[in-house]
């Protein structure tokens, strides 16, 4: 078996499928290995948390960028190209999706995806430190989960927290309790501990490789998958610029919301008039890199010397909004120090939900070069009414006595929250749906509930891009969650309620 990418879902993927003997399994990688990291850590692995932006080492990044926006503004998509993926250079924020996420997953046609049939999975892949003892939690899992107490905070978590409990959110001590996904506010559960960020390189991947049966080959950019016919045979990939062609039984494609489409289009399974106009032949017309979504962010910046003040982490409270107009919470909110010498700090806001359908699409057959990448930000009226929606609540927090009696002042007073959002929005690192679950009559879709490609034989998909739709929170734990599942439907023996696909398993 060959897995693609050794990220939040493929690395889980491939270490688990590696635990039957009878398998043997191949995990191909696009960037480099750190097969020492136990002895010798990486500085990527035991930093971040710290400084803005951690996600994201140029060394060992993709280069993404989304299309400009009409008024020029760039936005930069970070994604780490290593052993590990992002899960090894993200901000650590391990928290789970709202069981009204996943329920909505299963309405869309996706048996095993609701909340009920996840919470397994979740409680399996974790180890709470904090809530271990709590039926819905687990303590035995590869992923330590933590929070870190007040005594750790900055100034500005504290002022954060006291004036979102003043305006009624509700301080919840967990913020992966079923129940506090709407007007919450508490620390943010993380998967660092001891200063190691716990992303699949040292986790799955680390206990992966002390198996025979287990092959990581890092360097090694998957060009297309190989294809007889409607039957996937294996994987063609470059090594120093060199194509080698490595047959399996099963492909598994885990590169990534933004790699795995370009994957399968030069595979020639994609859009078929878009194949067309980049030279490459279709084989299949799928809405391979459609419906891509994430969450659009853009801060509240504010001056406050006293609250600028940086003596921890950056990721440690969080909260969620109110119920807003579709009956769940529009947005989510962090607080972060931004520069102790200009004394500026800053609210961040994350859209739970973007109306907004952006596309990643191969720009032709070379797969060094990277493809075309369009969340389509702050393109709707919705999005925009989002926003201004929690700018409101927000301006509120900072008349509070807690932000007044720090002096607090608004760089942005006066002015139109659309307006800073026209030249500011970024992406919060959370995009997903570029190849989305769902039935085959489901013209939105490319894989079925199984993650099995439509219409192919041997060929799945396993990582953010499945999202039928985007979770209200982070993402990382799901993308966990979701290489847990693969495996299982490969084999049929991790989760009891479901059984593997004897035409997947064969």
Known sequence: MIVVGSGSSGGVTASRLSEDDDRRVLLLEAGPDFPDEAELPPLFVVSGGQAWFPAGIPELDWGYWNEPLPNR???????????????????????RGAPFDYDRWASFGNPGWSWE?????????????????????????????RRYTERH????????????????LTYEPDLNASHASIASVGPWPQNRLNEVRLGTLVTYIRAARRRPNFELRANAL????????????GVRYLAEGRPTDVAADLVIIAAG????????????????????????????DLP????????????????????????????LTNCRGPIGAGGEPEWQAMPVPLDETAGTAAIVICLNRQDAEGYVL???????????????????????????????????ALSRPVFTNAGARELTAGAEPRDVVATGVQTAQHPVGSCRMGPAADGRTVVDHTLRVHGFEQLMVADSSIFPDNVMNNTNLTCYVIGELAADFVQGT?????KADPAVAR
């Open 362 to 396: 191969a720009t032709g057959a070379d797969p060094t070069k990277a493809p075309r990448i369009d969340h389509r930000y702050a393109s709707l009226d919705s999005d925009l009414k989002r926003f201004e929606n929690a700018w409101a609540f927000f301006r509120e």
């Open 494 to 498: 991790r989760h009891p309620a479901l």
């Open 117 to 145: 049939e996840l919470l397994p999975y979740f409680i399996e892949i974790e180890s709470d430190l904090d809530f271990g003892d709590d039926p819905l939690h687990g303590d035995a899992g590869p992923i330590a989960v």
């Open 73 to 95: 503004h760039h936005v930069r998509l970070a994604r780490g190209r290593l052993v590990g993926g992002s899960s090894m250079v993200n901000g650590c924020v391990a928290v």
């Open 222 to 233: 998957a060009d297309r998958v190989l294809l007889d016919g409607t039957r996937a045979t």
């Open 288 to 315: 391979v890199g459609m419906g891509l979504l994430d969450h659009p962010n853009c801060a509240v910046v504010f001056h406050a010397p006293q609250l600028a003040e940086r003596v921890g982490r950056l990721f």
């Open 257 to 284: 919301v933004y790699s795995t489409p370009p994957l399968l289009q030069r595979s020639g399974i994609g859009p078929a008039d878009e194949l067309r106009k980049v030279g490459i032949e279709p084989v299949a």
């Open 153 to 168: 905070w900055d100034p500005i978590h504290h002022a954060f927290v006291e004036a979102c409990v003043e305006l009624g």
